[in-house]
């Protein structure tokens, strides 16, 4: 039985996660699109049948596998218009693929020209400009936004957060938000993060997000999620399983009697039982979820989640996007 539901979990489990990320993977890369840097280097290189341009794409020891992949192409696109705009295709693919190889990113398929984030667009602009001004413009237009969004939204709470405990909530989870914002945007700019400024966090800020932060990313860990479930005495355990802009995967680990306290959901959620049962509250009206089921939760639902039984309990919370991607939040 339990076998079963194991092999049903990673079943469902693997579903979501291809979903999520096949879903997203249009504004995921950059150098896999035909309107990207890499496909512009190649394009030039097969017309001056010279491999040199793209060679910087790759690290020196896949410089073989490219070259050998372009004299290839060469020769093909040679036979005929047809064969020309297949060998294109084919050497564009090998290409992008050996460079998000050499990040440590997946490749999933070249992407339409336009797969692309408007800010990326802009800074390769920038480039081909020589000038940064328009780019920096639009950053700080962006940057103001957002400050001033969250700006607006814990100041309003914060008029009404004496009116009850419910209201001085509200104004709890937007000052919170408001001020891990500002600090990420700030660590940021001094150059103390990279692509995740979580990562720089003192322990003096952690106690503020929760699930969030409960637990450090280890690069290049891989985690089974049946093995050291990250159960406490005291509280609510948990780890942090992917982090990425779009994609955000915890673990929760809740011994009877342990709860997640009601709070809105701040992206769109995905609970998936992995161990046990739970009792999940979304606006009022709890549901008794058992191992192996998946219940998606709506942004901005009320929820809360809780473990009644006699028995520990964990669970998978999947985020798309990453919560420090959701407008308005």
Known sequence: ??????????????????????GLSKAYAHCDTMGGPVVKDAKVALEKKDVTSVLK????????????????????????????????????ETLA?????????PFTGMKPADAI???????????????VDTLTIEMSQHLT???????????????????SVDAGREYVE????YLHYVE?????????????????????????????????????????ILENIPYQEQKMGSRKLVDEKYLLVMQAALKPGQSVP???ANSNVHILVVRGEVVIDLNGTESLTKEGALVPIAYKTSMSIMNKSNKDASFLIVKTPNPSEMVGE
């Open 145 to 163: 936004g957002g400050v001033k969004e969250r700006f607006d939204r814990v100041l309003d709470k914060k008029k009404h957060m004496d009116d």
């Open 1 to 22: 039985m339990k076998k079963t539901l194991f092999i049903n979990f990673v079943i469902v489990a693997v579903f979501i996660l291809s979903v999520i990320f096949l």
């Open 57 to 92: 794409w790759v690290k020196k020891e896949k410089e073989p596998e490219v070259r050998a992949a372009f004299e290839v192409a060469l020769t093909e696109r040679a036979k005929s218009p047809e064969a020309k705009e297949k060998a294109d295709m084919k050497f564009f």
């Open 174 to 177: 937007a000052y919170v938000e």
């Open 262 to 264: 009601q709070h809105s």
């Open 184 to 224: 990420g945007v700030h660590m940021t700019i001094a150059g103390k993060v990279g692509h995740h400024p979580e990562e720089a966090d003192g322990d003096e800020h952690k106690e503020h997000r929760g699930l969030e932060t409960a637990s450090s990313k280890q690069e290049g860990a891989m985690n089974n």
């Open 117 to 131: 984030e408007p800010i990326e667009a802009e800074a390769d602009k920038a480039l081909d400009a020589g000038s």
């Open 97 to 105: 693929k050996i460079h998000r190889e050499g990040e440590g990113e």
